[in-house]
């Protein structure tokens, strides 16, 4: 245990010593003797995260868009958004991708997105991210942007204590302070607001960030991606298409995310039991390939996809669906974008995602009382390597009356009777 917090002690220290030194030492030397300064109107929107992050993100990239008329606007986004797969290209003039990390760890890869950056040109930078921020420097020091707005941070991540996290406390005590001053203009965060005993989520921060630049206020923000090229669809996902079909997403971005494989199948059979002309479809990312290859085992006539679609692919299957039934990815985000029904499964840091959505249409199932609702996980403390007690809490009968309940809303109206995009509480 002392090993593990000397541990945390130098790690946090030698990411002070990085980005409080380091990055800025590393970014003078280019921006004074490799780039060049070209004035240029064009305006740069940065966003992390994965494709869940940049389906959020669309709800205010329109708006920039309408603020920024006339003015070509940019995005540079982590490797991992698939800003070309998912975003109407309307929506920006170019996307530049880059692995954060190696940006953050290879002087020559950062040298060479700054100079990137520098033959562009631009005049407005905006950190479209909502927590973290300090762990993108130096792109503060090489956009070469005049304006730079930057958004103070989620509330929960802001306030963190000294005891809950070391790394993180540090990075926003000592760091951020620091790093403060290089932006022209920092959003505050919205206070910390509990609605309904719900974290407020990441795209209403996005919102309170977009509304601190442009100076206007905006309703409910909608999320929307275009639908998919029906001319770009693999063979096999158009057979699989040819069948009613539900599509089933059993994968989560982190191990102690992931509901049980076995409580998947049990609600799927419930689903096939009731209604035997329906297929699961099942669909994930190739290293995820064994959870999906588990549960098709377990479901004798069900259609395994998994590593075998693609963004577009995906967007075609969610569409073509009765509903989607997920564990805390970005599929849930792309469902909701595209109007379809859906079930997701969520655990502990279900603030960061928020109930959010079409309210008749996209169920989210989560343990009501886990110790970590507001937390993000705070209950791994005393279970690490296992699956967090707040998605191991939620039964398979628990999950197949919320689908059970939505497969009758949708027998009763055919046109799923979309009502207006919202936030709502547990």
Sequence with gaps: MENSS????????????????FDRVFSFFVVTFLLKKKKADNVLIVCGGGVGDMVVATAVLKQYKEYYKGRKIYLLCNNQNHPNEILDHSLFERSIEIIFGDFKRHPLYAINIARQLNDIGFKTAIFNVTTGLARLSPLFYLTGAEEIYGYEGEAYYRDITLSQDLNI??????????IKGRFTNMISSIPEERENNVLVSTLKHQKKLLEGITHRTFGNLSTNIPSADPNNISPEVKEAAKHPFFLVAPGAGAAYRRWPVERFADVCKDVTDNNPNFVPVIVGLEKEKDISDSLAAKLPGSINLSGKTTINDLKYLIKESLFLFCNDTGFVHMAIALQKPSVAVVGGNVGYITHYGYKKI?????????????DNWRCLRSSVGAVAPCIDSISASEVSEEVKSLLNYLKKSDSHDIMEFSFWGI
């Design 362 to 374: 996209n169920r989210w199932v989560c343990d009501r009382n886990a110790v970590c609702l507001f």
């Design 6 to 21: 000397a541990k945390n002690i130098i790690r946090a220290f030698v990411s002070f010593f990085k980005i409080v030194v």
């Design 169 to 178: 406390w540090v990075e926003n005590k000592m760091i951020f302070p620091l």
